[in-house]
Structures are given as structure tokens and as C-alpha cells.
């Protein structure tokens, strides 16, 4: 797979994003992603999907997989190509290594209908005993994330509550979300404009992978 360079500048600062095949975690593309979870939806079902997406702009894939009773994944799967662009598996390494360049994110994981947020920059990691473990300076976030059982990553671009909003997702291996990262906002509620550049341009390198 041919390998993209995203360079990205905040203020003096500049950031080199090299986007390869360096990480050994699952060799799957982000449009086989998309492939695998539509071969495993009844075309009547994937129909429902963009139709429900159709007629409610403002439907969220995780309130349509619950009514459903589906993987999230595969909901995410129908939405229109405009809104979402499925990021390689061999990119995950890499991006999860430029995400704490971004600035202040809002870091989601939802479990039995419990939302957990934090809102802050996303930790630096490193592998130790199996794990990629998130280590923040003091206080913030800490975690371990077991990536090789990720099935999937979305860069999705829908509306909230009338406003833009965009998010990474990250889907464990049976089609869940195990973690959302949402482009961080101002005082105003604004998203900034930095974040949203560089989200765009991921979406754009991979649009077509």
C-alpha cells in the first residue's frame, strides 16, 4: 500500500504525520472494513439503514444499532460516503501516536448505556506487556488498549444537535465501539479550526484506499 505524508503547522510548530504500513497489528484496509460488514448485512437491512439515516440527518449510528439490535459497526457501515471514511488497520499505530499533537479532544467510551468523557489532550502511549498504555503527565487520561483486538476505525463527519461535529471511532472485534476521540471545541462551543484541518485531511488521504 503506498504510503501518505500529512504535514500539518500550528502556529511555529509543525507536525509531519507519515501514514505506512509500519505497524504489524492486521493487515485489512480501511475499504475492506467497509466491505466485510455490509457482506454480513441482508441487503434489506443495509436499505433500512441509509433509509432511516435519510429520513433522520440527525440519527446516531449508536441509538440505530440499540433499536436494531446490530453492531455499531455495521450501522456506521450504511452511513453516505460524504460522512464517514474507514482508516486502514496498519494506520493505527500512527495515528493513535499523532492524536496528543492535537490539542484538547473529548476521549468517549460508553458501556451498558453509561457515557464516561474526558475532555483534555490525548495521552502519549507506549507497548509494555501486551498493551498500548496511555500515560498522562499528573493527572488525565490513562488507559490500556489491546489493539489487536480492534476490527475497525472510522473517521466519521455528522451533525450533533444541528452543530458540525467529527469523531474518531474505534471498533473492538465484534463490530462495537471500544472508544470515540471527538474533535475538542472553544468557549463558544466552536470546534477548532486546527483540529477540523487536520481530521479533513485524514479523511481525504484515505477517501480512496
Do not use: C
Not at 444499532?65 to 456506521?76: F, K, M
Not at 464516561?116 to 487520561?141: I, M, Q, V
Not at 474518531?168 to 463490530?175: A, D, R, T
Amino acid at each position: 500500500m503506498p504510503s501518505h505524508s500529512i504535514v500539518t503547522t500550528a502556529g511555529d510548530s509543525k507536525m509531519k504525520m507519515t501514514l505506512d504500513s509500519e505497524l504489524d497489528v492486521a493487515p485489512d484496509l480501511g475499504s475492506e472494513q467497509r466491505q466485510l460488514s455490509e457482506q454480513n448485512q441482508p441487503s434489506e437491512q443495509q436499505a433500512q439503514l441509509r433509509q432511516r439515516f435519510e429520513q433522520q440527518a440527525d440519527l446516531m449510528p449508536a441509538q440505530l444499532a440499540s433499536e436494531l439490535g446490530i453492531a455499531e459497526l455495521e450501522v456506521v457501515a450504511a452511513l453516505p460516503p460524504e460522512q464517514v471514511v474507514f482508516v486502514p488497520l496498519t494506520q493505527l499505530d500512527t495515528l493513535l501516536q499523532a492524536l496528543p499533537e492535537w490539542g484538547k479532544l473529548t476521549t468517549i467510551v460508553m458501556l451498558s448505556g453509561s457515557v464516561f468523557e474526558f475532555k483534555g489532550d490525548f495521552p502519549d502511549g507506549k507497548y509494555a506487556h501486551g498493551y498500548y498504555n496511555l500515560y498522562s503527565k499528573g493527572d488525565g487520561l490513562h488507559g490500556h488498549l489491546k489493539l489487536e483486538a480492534m476490527r475497525g476505525i472510522a473517521l466519521i463527519s455528522r451533525p450533533f444537535r444541528g452543530s458540525e461535529s467529527h469523531s474518531i471511532n474505534f471498533f473492538g472485534s465484534e463490530g462495537e465501539v471500544v472508544f470515540k476521540v471527538y474533535l475538542g471545541r472553544d468557549k463558544q462551543r466552536a470546534l477548532f479550526p486546527e483540529q477540523v484541518r487536520q481530521f479533513k485531511a485524514l479523511a481525504t488521504a484515505f477517501a480512496s484506499v
